[in-house]
Each structure stands twice: as C-alpha cells, then as structure tokens.
C-alpha cells in the first residue's frame, strides 16, 4: 500500500514538473523570461494592428521591456488591454505615449515616447496610448498622394514616346526627314574630321609646353634677380640717409626764412638798398685807400732808426 502511494506521488510530482517545463518552456519560445524582474504597466487600445505576446516594447530604438498579455477589455467593450513588462529601472513620466509602430519583418511593436514631467506614473498603472499607426494607411496617406501626382506625368511621356515611335517608322515616307536625319550623318561624320585634326594637332602641345617652360625659367631668374636688389635695398641704410635729407632741408628752409625776412643781416642786404648802397661806398673807400697807401707808403708808415 505504502509503495503504490509512494508511485502515484512521483507520478503526480513528474507531472506537475512536465507541466511547469511545458510552461515555461512555451514562454521561453515566445521571448518571454519569467524570471526576469519587471514592473508591469497596462495601455488600452482601439486597435492592436496585428500586435502579438512577447512583442519588444523600445524607447528609442531600444528595447526596455516586452508584451506581456494581450486581452479583450469586456469592463470597456472597444478597448483592448495590453500588459506590459518594462525593466524596474524605468520610470515612466505621466505625460508619456505608448504607440504601436508596424513592421514588415518582425511585426509590430510598441514605442514608448517618454514625456518631461517630474510627476511618474505609478506601478501597474495605466500608459496612455497614442495613435497606433497603421501600414496600409500610412501608404494611402503618404505615398499615393505622390504617386498620384506623378500619373499624369507618366501618361504625357508615353504619349511622347508612342508619337516618337510612330514618326521614327513614317521616315522613310517622308523625304524631308530622311533628308535630315542624312545631314544629320554628315554633320556627325564633320565632327569625327575635327576630332582626327585635334589629335593631330595635339602632337605640337610638348613643344608649346617646352617653351612655356623655358619662359617659366627666364621668370624665375628675373624674380630671383628682382629678390636680390630688394634684398640690397632693404640693406642700405636709406633711414639715416633720409634723415641727413630732412636734416639739410630744415637748414635750407630756416636760411630761406632769414633771406625773406626783413629783419635779419641777410634780408636787410637783399631788402634794404641804403644799407646795400653803403657797403658798396665803404667797400669803394677801402678800394681808393688800399691804392693810396700803395701810391704813398710813407705817410702811413713811418720807420725811425737809432
């Protein structure tokens, strides 16, 4: 009796350990760690867009937490209630958007847009939810416009092309054009003469360069030459030189100053002709008294010997 007890209960212990196996087995697939610690959040939706369990829950691109059940909110029929595991670190302003982003690879996720308010929003409170984006209508609402807009484009250039078509074929039933199209080939094969006697041309190019080198050469020389006098003028002392000539010009105008002036020697010779009149009596008497003391030594020397 004691045996067939101690059966039924490793029978009934294996079955609850298979049971917790399968089940956190099963989450495991689904992303879903059970042993992680969260904190959990709900947002209510009008429309999941295809949103499953386990989906990734990022801010910024990086992933913060997962979905952690979905359900019908039949309190608030038109609403689904979604459970959301976010990292405990996290805290969530209470202006904050959870929005349902759609992708064509991995599905939908939710992107949790975080707001600027010190006030946070408690635990196992409600996020609110913002405007779950679909697809489909981001397509009708963003790149229909445009393709639409470009429909009549395309339409007039199929047009333009179909006419293009329809006169290439009618060529050869209308001479003028054919008789274009042969000026056409002249012009073309003028163009590939021109390009033939170009590349002949180029042939003179090296000698035309080589000159321009030699030129080049002779400039050189001459700036070195032009570097050097500047160098030699640079060293000549042309300060002190310039200042003897400021120096020699001064003097020049102070005596020019004095001839003008009335009131000095020099200009009472150039300006006053009494006075000129005068030296010119007593440079005359000393004349007629030098030739009388020549004529007639002895009335002004007199020698006595003892």
Same mark, same amino acid.
């Given at each position: ?22 089940f ?6 689904k ?12 947002v ?5 867009a295809?949103l ?48 349902i ?8 996720s ?25 697809l489909?209508s ?23 092309l179909?006419?293009? @078509?329809?006169?290439? %074929?009618t ?5 003028? $054009?054919? !008789?274009?199209?042969?000026? #056409?080939? &002249?012009i +073309? ?16 190019v ?11 050469t ?23 030189t310039?200042?003897?000539?400021? @120096?020699?010009?001064? %003097?020049?105008r102070?005596?020019?100053?004095? $001839?003008? !002036?009335?009131?000095?020697? #020099?200009g &009472?010779? +150039? ?12 440079t ?23």
């Amino acid at each position: 009796m004691n045996k067939l007890k101690s059966k039924e209960f490793i029978i009934g212990l294996c079955v609850i350990v298979a049971l917790a196996i399968l089940f956190f087995g099963i989450n495991y697939l689904k992303g879903i760690n059970l042993f992680t610690p969260a904190n959990f959040y709900t947002v209510r939706y009008d429309n999941v867009a295809g949103l499953e369990t386990a989906a990734a829950v990022t801010i910024d691109g990086y992933k913060v937490g997962q979905v952690r059940d979905i359900e019908f909110d039949y309190d608030k029929p038109g609403k689904i209630k979604v459970t959301l595991a976010l990292n405990k670190s996290l805290r969530v302003p209470v202006d904050s958007r959870a929005i349902i982003t759609p992708s064509l690879l991995s599905g939908p996720s939710i992107e949790i847009v975080l707001g600027k308010s010190s006030k946070l929003i408690e635990l196992g409170s409600e996020i609110p939810a913002g405007a779950a984006t679909d697809l489909m209508s981001a397509v009708n609402q963003e790149i229909m416009p445009k393709v639409l807009q470009i429909l009549p484009t395309l339409d007039s250039l199929m047009i333009n092309l179909n006419a293009t @078509a329809q006169n290439i %074929n009618t060529l050869s039933s209308h001479p003028a $054009l054919y !008789s274009s199209v042969t000026r #056409l080939d &002249q012009i +073309m094969a003028n163009v590939a003469d021109l390009s033939a006697t170009l590349k002949a041309s180029s042939n003179q190019v090296p000698g035309i360069l080589g000159n321009a080198r030699s030129i080049t050469t002779h400039l050189d020389s001459v700036t070195a030459d032009l570097t050097l006098l500047s160098a030699q003028l640079k060293a000549l002392p042309l300060r002190g030189t310039m200042d003897n000539v400021m @120096a020699t010009t001064d %003097n020049l105008r102070q005596l020019s100053n004095q $001839l003008n !002036s009335p009131n000095g020697t #020099l200009g &009472q010779l +150039m300006h006053n002709p009494e006075l000129y009149n005068r030296l010119n009596r007593v440079t005359a008497d000393i004349d007629s008294l030098i030739l009388d003391i020549k004529a007639n030594p002895k009335r002004y020397i007199s020698i006595k010997l003892l």
